[in-house]
Every structure is written in structure tokens, then in C-alpha cells.
């Protein structure tokens, strides 16, 4: 069972540089006191951040597109 619940995609932004998509989704944990654990397999780890501390390495362009998802934006 997900960790989350994804209540809809808030966010859709296309990269032709690297020809990807990025997509920003709203969700919120099942668990308010959970602790996040990734799939180690794709990704080795995983935080709660507000938005206006995003964890870094994270590229410009996916800071804007979490920023600009945010309802009061």
C-alpha cells in the first residue's frame, strides 16, 4: 500500500533539453507521524520538506514547477 495518497497532478512542465516531462502532484501521507521510506531501488532517500525549504540537489526547473503548484501561487 502507498505511503501517500495522491489527490490529483497540479503540475505539468516539458524539458526539451532532455526531452522529459516533469510532473508535480499533491499529495499527503496516510500517516501524519510516518516516517518516508523509498523504493531503494530507484530512489535512496526520501523527506518531508515545506515548500519553501526544498531539499537541494534539485534542478531550477523542478523547484519552479513545485513552487508554482502550490494553491497559493
Known amino acids: 500500500m502507498p505511503h501517500v495518497v495522491t489527490e490529483r497532478i497540479v503540475g505539468v512542465d516539458h524539458d ?3 526531452a522529459v516531462h516533469h510532473f ?3 499529495c499527503h501521507p496516510r500517516d501524519e507521524l510516518a516516517t518516508p521510506r523509498p523504493d531503494l531501488a530507484e530512489i535512496p532517500n ?3 520538506w515545506s515548500s519553501d525549504s526544498l531539499s537541494r ?3 531550477d526547473a523542478a523547484a519552479y514547477l513545485m513552487q ?3 494553491p497559493d501561487r
Do not use: G, I, K
Open 16 to 18: 526539451p533539453a532532455h
Open 24 to 26: 508535480a502532484c499533491r
Open 46 to 48: 526520501a523527506a518531508y
Open 57 to 59: 540537489p534539485v534542478s
Open 68 to 70: 508554482d503548484a502550490l
